[in-house]
Nanobody, 126 residues
Framework: QVQLVESGGGYVQPGGSLRLSCAAS????????VGWFRQAPGKERDLVAG????????YYADSVKGRFTISRDNAKNTVYLQMNSLKPEDTAVYYC???????????????????WGQGAQVTVSS
């Protein structure tokens, strides 16, 4: 069973930056797509960024394009989400998730993922 541990969340002012990390233990995830989802209170959990098994293909929600960058270091079993130019509307709990199927493409469907991090709170406020 893979365990995903998230870190890097926090409280920042608008325009600031944070980098979230998602580290796996128990198994490597080098062959799996990984997504970052976020969920604000009362809102649906939605895909914000995703990366395929090799890192050669990425996806970003329109709301974060140009500001967020997803990357992975398979040697370290870690996926990152660099968040720049943060806005108050980015405030949410951020979850990383690993796809069920090896070599699958990034999907926005939550059912395509079977391992989730514990969530990292990101608060953007002045």
């Amino acid at each position: 069973q893979v365990q995903l541990v998230e870190s890097g969340g926090g409280y920042v002012q608008p325009g600031g930056s944070l980098r979230l990390s998602c580290a796996a233990s128990g198994r490597t995830f080098w062959s799996y797509a990984v997504g970052w989802f976020r969920q604000a209170p009362g809102k649906e959990r939605d895909l914000v960024a995703g990366i395929n098994w090799s890192g050669g293909s990425t996806y970003y929600a329109d709301s974060v394009k140009g500001r967020f960058t997803i990357s992975r270091d398979n040697a370290k079993n870690t996926v990152y989400l660099q968040m720049n130019s943060l806005k108050p509307e980015d405030t949410a709990v951020y979850y990383c998730a690993v796809a069920k199927l090896s070599y699958a493409s990034v999907s926005s469907d939550l059912s395509e993922y079977d391992t989730w991090g514990q969530g990292a709170q990101v608060t953007v406020s002045s």
